[in-house]
Nanobody
Framework: QVQLVESGGGLVQAGGSLRLSCAVSGRDLSSSAMGWFRRAPGKEREFVAGLGRDGGSTTYADSVKGRFTASRDNAKNTAYLQMTGLKPEDTAVYYC?????????????????WGQGTQVTVSS
């Protein structure tokens, strides 16, 4: 059974940084493209960033482009989301997700495994 466990969330001031981790078990990370999503209060879950199997194919939502960086360490079976220049509007529960596709789709329906989420709160 595939399990994804996020960590690294917390409370940070605007302009600060956080790094989220997504530890994967039950599946070789190198066989999955990874996606990061978030859900803010009262809003639907939205795509934030994606990383292809090869680690070289990345996509980002316009709202985070230039501030967030997705990466992976296949040896540790862990994916990461480095977040810098955080803004209050980045406040949300962040989820990682895995798909057997080679490239990360933007639709959450394409992902088959999800983590439980980690809260990120950015104060102004």
């Amino acid at each position: 059974q595939v399990q994804l466990v996020e960590s690294g969330g917390g409370l940070v001031q605007a302009g600060g940084s956080l790094r989220l981790s997504c530890a994967v078990s039950g599946r070789d990370l190198s066989s999955s493209a990874m996606g990061w999503f978030r859900r803010a209060p009262g809003k639907e879950r939205e795509f934030v960033a994606g990383l292809g199997r090869d680690g070289g194919s990345t996509t980002y939502a316009d709202s985070v482009k230039g501030r967030f960086t997705a990466s992976r360490d296949n040896a540790k079976n862990t994916a990461y989301l480095q977040m810098t220049g955080l803004k209050p509007e980045d406040t949300a529960v962040y989820y990682c997700a895995a798909t057997p596709r080679p490239y990360p789709p933007g639709s959450l329906h394409e992902y088959v495994s999800w983590g439980q989420g980690t809260q990120v709160t950015v104060s102004s």
